[in-house]
Each structure stands twice: as structure tokens, then as C-alpha cells.
């Protein structure tokens, strides 16, 4: 129930964009937001070894950054409103538009097989759109989804899925992934512009909270 003047609440979601236009392909909004996303920063510094002895405090590039996540899906507020598309084929459609963005699409796996079968192969690998992970406007980020898990708990008699935990992995895609003239690279730098402005809004303690009077 959504009581009257409760806040909006904003939903997580997955947005699917065409590179060279910028066009909107899909979202996939999640049914319910999780309450645990896990990130993952691993630090890009000057070398290993001596090298970085001689110089710790030099920094290569952004960091490496991981997402990892578990939400749900449910057809059961679906069923109860007696949604056609959920009776008929419960939450398969949800499921499929999540692993398909693991996949090639169909048309460039017959299209390379025909090239292959005709003498002509296609030696650059098949390029996916960009996938992007919004979580707040703060937060519009690049990234590969690298695992999905799907764990169907539920169906209905005629097996399709009506209930599913899925576990999704992402790694950000940085200017160093996308370099400044891709659209990712582009969006990777507002996410990371965006970050130093929240950083610069977080109040700095005085150091007579740590006990000392000043850095000797």
C-alpha cells in the first residue's frame, strides 16, 4: 500500500544504449530495489616491486571497479492483477532480458556463420551495445556484466518460472577500458566527476578529534 505523501521511490535498472546514437534500446528496471550493493575499488599504481618503492604515490589510472548485487523477481502482483503476458509466459520475459545481454544478438551469429560459409571471415569479435548500470543520478556507469546467476524458485504447471533470485556481477568500464571518445568513456567521466563533487561536500573532521594537535 502507498500512502499519501510517501516518497517516490527511484529504481535501480539496467539501460541498454546504442554507442553511435545514444539511443535508449532498453531498460530493465529492477522489480525490487536490493538492499546490499557490493563495490569493489582495486587501486591502478606506478608498477610492482622497486618500481612502486620509488614511486608509491603515483597513480596509473582509475581504479578497477566491481558491482555485485541480488535482486528479486516475482510474478505474484502481476498474477493477481491477471497480467496476460505473465499468465502466458510468467517471468521468462524478464529473465531473457537479462541473459541476452551476455549474448550476441542472433542476426550477427547467422551473419558471421554465412560469412564464414561463403570464404569471408569477420576477424574483429561481434561489439555489443553499451550497457549501463543506473543507480541514482549520482550513479550512471559503464559496465560488462561478467556473471549472472539465476536461481528459479517457483512455476507454474506449465514450468514457467514465477519466482527468481538473480546474482549479477558487473566490472565498470573506465576511460581506460573506453578511452575519452567513446560514450562510455564520456558517461565514466561524469561518474567519476560527480564522485569528487560528493567527495568535496564531506565535512572535514579537525585533527583534535584524533588526539593530535597538528601533523609534525
Not at 568500464?173 to 561518474?191: A, E, P
Amino acid at each position: 500500500m502507498t500512502f499519501f505523501g510517501a516518497p517516490r521511490v527511484v529504481r535501480g535498472a539496467i539501460v541498454v544504449i546504442d554507442v553511435a546514437s545514444s539511443a535508449v534500446l532498453r531498460v530493465i528496471a529492477l522489480q525490487y530495489n536490493p538492499d546490499v550493493v557490493t563495490r569493489t575499488l582495486q587501486i591502478h599504481a606506478v608498477g610492482d616491486g622497486r618500481a612502486e618503492r620509488s614511486q608509491p604515490l603515483r597513480l596509473m589510472a582509475p581504479p578497477s571497479e566491481s558491482i555485485k548485487l541480488d535482486a528479486e523477481l516475482d510474478a505474484t502482483d502481476q498474477l493477481e492483477v491477471g497480467d496476460a503476458r505473465t499468465v502466458s509466459l510468467g517471468i521468462h520475459p524478464q529473465l531473457a532480458a537479462l541473459e541476452t545481454l551476455l549474448y550476441p544478438a542472433a542476426s550477427d551469429l547467422l551473419a558471421r556463420n554465412q560469412a564464414q560459409r561463403s570464404g569471408t571471415l569477420e576477424i574483429a569479435p561481434m561489439e555489443a551495445p553499451l550497457t549501463l548500470f543506473v543507480w541514482s543520478k549520482q550513479r550512471i556507469i559503464p559496465v560488462r556484466i561478467t556473471d549472472l546467476s539465476i536461481t528459479e524458485e517457483a512455476f507454474d504447471p506449465g514450468l514457467n518460472p514465477l519466482r527468481a533470485k538473480v546474482s549479477l556481477s558487473m566490472k565498470v568500464l573506465s576511460v581506460n577500458d573506453l578511452g575519452f571518445q567513446h560514450k562510455g568513456g564520456s558517461l565514466y567521466m561524469v561518474y567519476q566527476q560527480a564522485k569528487e563533487q560528493l567527495a568535496s561536500q564531506s565535512p572535514s573532521g579537525p585533527l583534535s578529534a584524533l588526539g593530535i594537535g597538528g601533523i609534525p
